[in-house]
């Protein structure tokens, strides 16, 4: 605990106590405790992260989680309706939104998309037992049967402006991968896109949630209504978090 502590982690007592309970032995603590004095996120370390009340498998270089994202699982699962509702985690990291959904409603279809393999391969550790993860970019290895079918896109897109990326905490700023962090200039590139093609994808009364930074919401909303989509912004104090919704119009296909 003194070595976390001299190397500046805030919560030395706590994590001491969770990477004594992982390691298998002395020198494997050693390890561990190393790794972590260097600045490596806790949550790869011990092989998981705590979110809505699930273990998550994350790896080194995957994006970790976060407790605010608790509040798009909420919203998302508030919104999926019906027998048995299709899900799709957009930009899935390790799958920990679709994961949870998973658990916290009885049943849906869920499928997953990311970029990156190694997330994939977490995502499909997560999710094995709920739904199919694809490898992809957004929406482009989802099978095209699903087009005009999704009742719920949840979506945690990369939203950090590029030149605040180097205000970051280190965590976040050296392990974790850019495309996971890196919105573009203003934020909001990747969110454009998941915009652009989201009204092919919803089924009619569908929603699309997106997290965004508060300071953001307004023109997220603003992407989102340009593409035919009705816009709304909600957020949690409790959580730092905020999430714009985006809704298809149910007469938006009609004839």
């Known amino acids: ?85 299709v899900v799709v985690d957009l930009c899935c990291g390790a799958g920990a939104v679709g994961a949870a959904l998973a658990a916290a409603l009885d049943r849906i279809e869920l499928y997953a998309t990311d970029l990156h393999p190694t997330a994939v391969r977490c995502a499909r550790r997560n999710i094995a037992h709920h739904g199919r993860v694809y490898e992809g970019d957004l929406y482009e290895p989802l099978p095209t049967a699903l087009r005009g079918h999704v009742d719920v896109l949840a979506v945690n897109a990369p939203y950090v402006p590029s030149e605040s990326l180097g205000t970051m905490p280190p965590e976040a700023r050296v392990h974790e991968p850019r495309l996971a962090l890196d919105g573009g200039a203003d934020g909001l590139d990747t969110q454009r896109r998941v ?61």
Do not use: K
């Not at 209504?225 to 149910?250: C, F, M």
């Open 1 to 85: 605990m003194a070595r976390l502590r001299a190397s500046g982690c805030v919560y030395a007592e706590e994590e001491a106590q969770l990477l004594l309970a992982a390691a298998g032995g002395p020198e494997e603590l050693a390890s561990m405790v190393a790794r972590r004095a260097d600045g490596l996120p806790l949550e790869p370390i011990l092989g998981w992260a705590e979110f809505h009340g699930l273990r998550i498998t994350v790896e080194p270089e995957v994006f970790v989680p976060r407790r605010r994202t608790e509040f798009l699982v909420d919203q998302a699962a508030a919104l999926a309706d019906g027998e048995r509702p």
């Open 195 to 255: 915009a652009a093609e989201a009204p092919l994808w919803l089924a009619p009364g569908g929603h699309l949630l997106i997290e965004t930074g508060e300071p953001q919401a307004q023109r997220t909303a603003d992407v989102l209504e340009r593409n035919g989509l009705v816009p709304r912004v909600t957020g949690s104090e409790d959580l730092e978090a905020t999430v714009v919704i985006g809704t298809l119009r149910r007469e938006a296909r009609e004839p």
